[in-house]
Structure formats: structure tokens, C-alpha cells
């Protein structure tokens, strides 16, 4: 590995494993969600963990990427900045959904993180075409998890 990787790998990876974690704990698989009405193309609990690490691990080297392609210093502050908003939004998705039980705010808030990560996507593009590829599964899985969270609300709403 080049010496001009190390870095990079160490912060992204770090990075990833707090947004992991943060959003893990957050995450409160219990009572509550199970007594919730899900569609029937709802994925097995198991498949949310496989796809949260595999996405997780892509955006790490993305973000890799991103940066190794970006000389700049000030392109790179705003790589960082919309990496942060969107792990930040991340894990308030979990929050609303899960801690709060409110799906409902949740399905308002995925939104914002479907933009960060659009936003991402556009601003790695423009230096990096496998960066930007390497979040496309992200932003499908929140298009999904967005499309499921609304179905979640009109099984279940109105939420109080």
C-alpha cells in the first residue's frame, strides 16, 4: 500500500466504524418494531447488517478515493463536511425511527440524508467516476429504506 493511502484509509475507516457504532446503538431492534406492520418485501433482519457493512465499507473507499483524487485543500474541507452530514444524518435517521419511534419523522429526514448522499455522489463525480460509483449502492439502499419507511407509515400511522 502507498504511503499516500495510509491516511486516508485509517480516517475512513475509523470514520465508518463510529457511524456504525453510533447508528447501532440508536438501533433498538425490539418490542416495538416487531409489533410494527411491515410490507411483505420487508428483508430479513440479516440482510439490513450484510447491506449496512458492505455499504459502509464502499463508502469508506469512496471517500478514499475521493480524497487521493482531490489536490485541493478547500474541495477537500467540503468532502469531509458532506461526509459528516451525511454519516451525522446517518445515524438521526435511527434516532427518529427507532429511539423516538417516530417513523414518520424518520421518513421526513430521509430526505436529507437521500440529498447528502445525491450530494456526494455529484461532488465526487467531478474528480473521480469510480468514487462516485462506489456510493451508487448507498444511495439505492436509502432510496429503498426510504421507500420502506413510508410504507412502515401508512401501515402504521398516525404516530404520537
Avoid: C
Amino acid at each position: 500500500m502507498s504511503r499516500a493511502w495510509v491516511a486516508p484509509v485509517a480516517v475512513a475507516a475509523f470514520m465508518a466504524a463510529i457511524v456504525a457504532v453510533l447508528g447501532a446503538t440508536v438501533t433498538e431492534i425490539g418490542p416495538w418494531y416487531h409489533g410494527l406492520a411491515k410490507p411483505a418485501w420487508t428483508p430479513a433482519p440479516a440482510a439490513f447488517g450484510v447491506a449496512w457493512t458492505a455499504i459502509y465499507a464502499l463508502t469508506g473507499l469512496a471517500g478514499v478515493t475521493a480524497w487521493l483524487a482531490t489536490p485541493r485543500w478547500d474541495e477537500r474541507e467540503w468532502l469531509l463536511g458532506l461526509f459528516a452530514l451525511s454519516g451525522f444524518l446517518n445515524i438521526v435517521w435511527s434516532l427518529l425511527f427507532f429511539q423516538l419511534q417516530r417513523p414518520d419523522w424518520a421518513l421526513i429526514e430521509v430526505v436529507g440524508l437521500w440529498l447528502s448522499v445525491a450530494g456526494l455522489i455529484v461532488l465526487i463525480w467531478r474528480r473521480s467516476m469510480i468514487g462516485a460509483a462506489l456510493l451508487v449502492p448507498y444511495l439505492l439502499w436509502v432510496t429503498f429504506a426510504g421507500y420502506l419507511n413510508m410504507a412502515v407509515v401508512r401501515l402504521n400511522g398516525p404516530f404520537s
